[in-house]
Structures are given as structure tokens and as C-alpha cells.
């Protein structure tokens, strides 16, 4: 395996100077600019500043996805050689990426878990395919074929009576008596709208599907849980491998519905009583209790959640709440320009759902990425007015 040594120089000097990488090429995205300024090291290892140093197989593929958003092909291509070469031994496409890298117990950088996360798998893979047709790449194209491949074969399974399920990871949610823990947060609507057509011989109609039979159970409280359990007779309970949580994972459960339009309509009126909540506190409480509904953290909110909500917001026509989070979110962006730490999470979740109500990208009804610089290129091609 290829690893790349950070401990030294790099690493250090992009620390002091607030950021990981030297370079900033000028973009039309300025939020990803200054992003992958702070957290993007020029070898492309997308750092998570906060929790020590570490990098994951999500964060490079939130990063992958930003740059082909932002038209960004050199960062693009050096995110992409990292993670096959530090996360799956230069083989991504042949095998599924760890999904946590870092410092080691013996002080050594590397690779820290070899099990995968399936959210991570499949956001590479469409990535990779929607840039293979974006610019034209043949062998963008290829590995997002293979990648995908590896999720349907390794992290895909019978559950039964619920029909095929995407585990979160090929490791450790097949769990005893024909029981299966599932992150709903791994389920983006678009997405599943598009690995349908692309590859139409595939699980995934059944999969969301089943997902959408399970959602008023799962979201029965009006919260969605970061994680539940379904067992092969399709009954559904809240998590049994540890206290039921809506949190961190979950939050990302109202960002991909509020940006999937029709595939995601029937989600939107599950998940009311947690936009309720957060019109009336005026930001998004930071925990829930999913059986319950009710706020268990101490009022700590963080901004990213205010960011991933945007979408959700917008398509529940909650204007009140909408502009309450935009300037809650401008007013934390604001104050991470004059220099003020922030973390990737809650950056990388602003970048979602900003970005989309900026209308630096769009999902087709197809699941197809609509990149706001695809239009512009259009319009000015020649022969076009």
C-alpha cells in the first residue's frame, strides 16, 4: 500500500496558517474554494481539523463530489488518487475503501479501519460516473462502473420479507436473527433515481422502495433516527445496538429529501415535527430522541445543521425558519473568514445545502448532477444566444 506521510512539513505549515493546502485556484464556487482551502491538503486528503487530523472514505467523497460541482478537475483527480491509493491500496474500483485513516497506535499514519461505509461507496461511485459524462472521461467512467459493482456485491443483502437492504457498511449490520441496522442517512433519494436507470439490472428500485415502506415506522415520532433495525419478517425498530439517537447522521436524512424533489415527496410530511421543532427554537436542536420527538441535548446547535436544512426548509415552503438558518449560516461563514476555526462536518454539510439553494448545482428528476457551470458552458458555446 501507498501511504502518504503527512506528520511533517505539509501538515504542519497548512495547520499554522489555517488551512491545508497552499493553493487556491480561482473558482466559481467560492464556498468550495475556501473549503478545500482549510481542509483539502494538496495531495488531496480531505482533513478533519477537529478529530485528530483524520480523514474518511465520506470526507473524500463529499470532496469529490464539491470539485466536480465546482469544475474543479485538478483537485478533482487528486482527491480521487488519494483515497484509491490510501484507502483501497491504489485499487478503488477493485475493492471498497476503508473508511477511516489516520495516526496509528504505533504513531504511524494509515490506514486505521479497512471496513467500508456504503454512503461513502455510493457517492464515489456517482460521482465517478457523472464525471466520466461531465468531462468526457471514459476511465472516470470505468472505476464508478466497478465501485458500484463492489457496493451491490458486498454491501447489499436479503432482508426478507424488507426486501434487498444497503448495509452502512460490509461489516458489522448484519446483525443476529435475521436483523439489519440501517442508516437512513445513506439513502439519498436522487441518487437511488439514478442508479435505477444507470444500472437497471440492479437492486437499488427495490431497495428504495423498501425504504420508503419503512420510512412511517422508522420516522413514526416525526424525527429521523440515525440509525434503525429491521428484521426479515419487515417489522422495524429503533436501534438495538445502542441508545436510540437522532443526531449527527441524521440530520443528513432532511438535507437529501428536501434536494430530491418528487423521489423524496412522501419523506417531507414523515419529518414535520422536526422542522416544528426547528421553527420554534429557532435553530435545529442539536439531539432528539427519535421514539419520543423530544430535544435531549443541552441547546447546542451546530451550524452545519442549520446549512443541511436549507433544502428541507425551502421545499417544505417554511420561509420564517428558511431565512432564520441562511442567516444563521451567513453569519457562521462570515465569522470563519475573519479567521475563526471551523470544522469539515459542519463546512461540509453548509457546502450541501447552501450550494444547492444557491443554485451552484441541481438534481434532474433523472438523479443526474445539473452543475451550474454545465449551464453556463451551454450558454456559451457557439451558436448560442
Not at 93 to 108: C, K, N, S, V, Y
Not at 243 to 257: E, G
Amino acid at each position: 500500500m501507498r501511504i502518504v506521510t503527512l506528520v511533517g512539513g505539509l501538515l504542519a505549515a497548512a495547520l499554522l496558517a489555517g488551512g491545508c493546502s497552499a493553493d487556491e485556484p480561482s473558482s466559481a464556487w467560492p464556498d468550495w474554494t475556501h473549503f478545500a482551502t482549510r481542509f483539502v491538503a494538496a495531495d488531496g486528503r480531505v482533513v478533519d481539523l477537529t478529530f485528530e487530523q483524520k480523514s474518511t472514505s465520506e470526507g473524500q467523497s463529499y470532496g469529490l463530489f464539491f470539485a466536480l460541482v465546482g469544475n474543479d478537475r485538478a483537485r478533482f483527480a487528486s482527491i480521487l488518487r488519494w483515497t484509491s491509493d490510501n484507502l483501497a491500496s491504489g485499487r478503488l474500483g477493485e475493492r471498497l475503501p476503508g473508511w477511516l485513516w489516520g495516526r496509528r497506535a504505533d504513531g504511524a499514519w494509515g490506514l486505521k479501519d479497512e471496513n467500508s461505509a456504503s454512503d461513502a461507496d455510493l457517492w464515489l461511485a456517482y460521482t465517478l460516473l457523472e464525471a466520466g459524462r461531465l468531462w468526457n472521461e471514459a476511465a472516470y467512467t470505468d472505476t464508478g462502473r466497478r465501485l458500484l459493482d463492489q457496493v451491490r456485491r458486498r454491501e447489499v443483502v436479503d432482508a426478507g420479507a424488507a426486501g434487498p437492504v444497503l448495509l452502512p457498511g460490509a461489516v458489522g449490520f448484519n446483525l443476529s436473527e435475521g436483523r439489519f441496522r440501517i442508516d437512513p442517512s445513506y439513502l439519498p433519494g436522487f441518487l437511488f433515481e439514478y442508479l435505477r436507470r444507470e444500472d437497471a439490472s440492479g437492486p437499488w428500485q427495490k431497495i428504495w422502495d423498501g425504504y420508503l415502506q419503512m420510512a412511517p415506522a422508522a420516522f413514526a415520532a416525526g424525527v429521523a433516527p440515525d440509525l434503525f433495525v429491521v428484521d426479515s419478517s419487515g417489522t422495524v425498530k429503533p436501534d438495538t445496538e445502542g441508545t436510540p439517537s437522532a443526531s449527527y447522521d441524521a440530520i443528513r436524512v432532511y438535507l437529501w429529501a428536501g434536494m430530491s424533489g418528487d423521489n423524496s415527496r412522501t419523506l417531507l410530511p414523515l419529518l414535520a415535527k422536526y422542522g416544528a421543532l426547528v421553527h420554534s427554537l429557532g435553530a435545529p436542536p442539536e439531539k432528539v430522541d427519535p421514539q419520543t420527538g423530544r430535544v435531549t441535548s443541552s441547546g447546542y446547535s451546530p451550524t452545519g445543521y442549520s446549512g443541511a436544512l436549507l433544502p428541507f426548509l425551502s421545499a417544505t415552503h417554511d420561509r420564517p425558519a428558511l431565512e432564520a438558518q441562511r442567516e444563521r449560516v451567513r453569519a457562521a461563514l462570515e465569522t470563519a473568514a475573519r479567521g475563526t476555526a471551523t470544522n469539515y462536518y459542519d463546512r461540509a454539510l453548509i457546502l450541501f445545502g447552501k450550494g444547492w439553494l444557491d443554485g451552484q448545482y441541481k438534481f434532474g428528476d433523472d438523479g443526474r448532477l445539473q452543475p451550474k457551470w454545465q449551464g453556463a458552458s451551454a450558454a456559451s458555446a457557439p451558436g448560442r444566444r
